[in-house]
């Protein structure tokens, strides 16, 4: 029942509504002023508090966008274990959950429910996506097999389950450690620096025997005076 509905004015006389009217409707002048007054200041308040907490705003920003990657890479890996080895749960942390779903093109429908493809009606007409849904979903349910009308050809439609991994936060804090260190991280040892030792003996200069003299005896055709 709206407002409007809810007030009793059956005792209020032509003129009393009408002059009602009219004082009412200066005060709808002052009530929208103070309305447009107040939200301005509440936009101005809220662009002060976004100022003065930026750093905070900017961080939950943050927080809040890495975590939305963190969920999406681990339902994928969930989802893909799955794929692999048909598992619908891992440990308590994690879960797929199989969703029923119609598959089909709407125009192969449309096209088998009159049995030839009729060029105008193919441009006009379009399957009712949810009635056609609960219908097929619901012999799914009931445990009934895809429903065909005798007279027409097999309905170019399929049921699948269509899989959705799901985190449960209560199961998380009982996954095990597998933590490893990332390859990123390296190790680097204590490297001793390492000099070729050379051993050097001092000579004494002085000490070492005289060459002997070199004497060179020569042909007399080969004196040049």
Same mark, same amino acid.
């Given at each position: 029942?709206?407002?409007?509905?809810?007030?009793?004015?059956?005792d209020?006389s032509? #003129?009393?509504?009408?002059?009602?009217?009219?004082?009412?409707?200066?005060?709808?002048?002052g009530?929208?002023?103070?309305?447009?007054? !107040?939200?301005e200041?509440?936009?101005?308040a809220?662009?002060a508090?976004?100022e003065?907490?930026?750093?905070?705003?900017e961080?939950a920003?943050?927080?809040k966008?890495?975590?939305?990657?963190?969920?999406?890479?681990?339902?994928?890996?969930?989802?893909?274990?799955y794929?692999?080895t048909?598992d619908?749960?891992?440990?308590?942390a994690? #879960?797929?959950?199989?969703?029923?779903?119609?598959?089909?093109e709407?125009s =192969?429908?449309?096209?088998?429910?009159?049995?030839?493809?009729?060029?105008m009606a193919l441009?006009?007409? !379009?399957?009712?996506a949810k009635a056609?849904? #609960?219908?097929l979903?619901?012999?799914?349910?009931?445990?009934?097999?895809?429903?065909?009308?005798?007279?027409?050809d097999?309905?170019?439609?399929l049921?699948i389950d269509?899989?959705a991994?799901?985190?449960?936060?209560?199961?998380?804090?009982?996954?095990?450690?597998?933590?490893?260190?990332?390859?990123?991280?390296?190790?680097?040892? !204590?490297?001793e620096?390492?000099?070729?030792?050379?051993?050097?003996t001092?000579?004494?200069?002085?000490?070492l025997?005289?060459?002997?003299?070199v004497t !060179?005896?020569?042909?007399? =055709?080969?004196?040049?005076?």
């Open positions: 029942m709206s407002e409007q509905s809810e007030l009793n004015l059956s209020l032509v #003129e009393q509504l009408q002059a009602d009217l009219n004082v009412g409707g200066h005060a709808l002048i009530l929208r002023e103070a309305k447009e007054i !107040t939200a200041a509440d936009r101005k809220y662009a508090y976004k003065a907490n930026k750093d905070v705003i961080a920003s943050k927080a966008a890495s975590l939305e990657t963190a969920e999406t890479r681990q339902r994928a890996l969930m989802l893909e274990l794929r692999r048909g619908t749960k891992h440990l308590k994690y #879960e797929i959950r199989l969703t029923p779903t119609a598959q089909y709407p =192969d429908i449309v096209t088998w429910m009159l049995r030839a493809p009729m060029l441009r006009f007409l !379009t399957v009712n056609f849904d #609960e219908w979903l619901g012999a799914k349910k009931s445990g009934g097999a895809i429903p065909v009308i005798p007279f027409c097999p309905l170019p439609a049921v269509k899989p991994a799901a985190i449960l936060s209560a199961g998380l804090k009982d996954l095990p450690s597998t933590m490893k260190e990332p390859d990123a991280v390296i190790h680097v040892a !204590t490297v620096e390492v000099r070729e030792a050379i051993a050097v001092v000579v004494d200069l002085d000490a025997p005289a060459p002997e003299p !060179t005896q020569m042909e007399p =055709d080969a004196i040049p005076f």
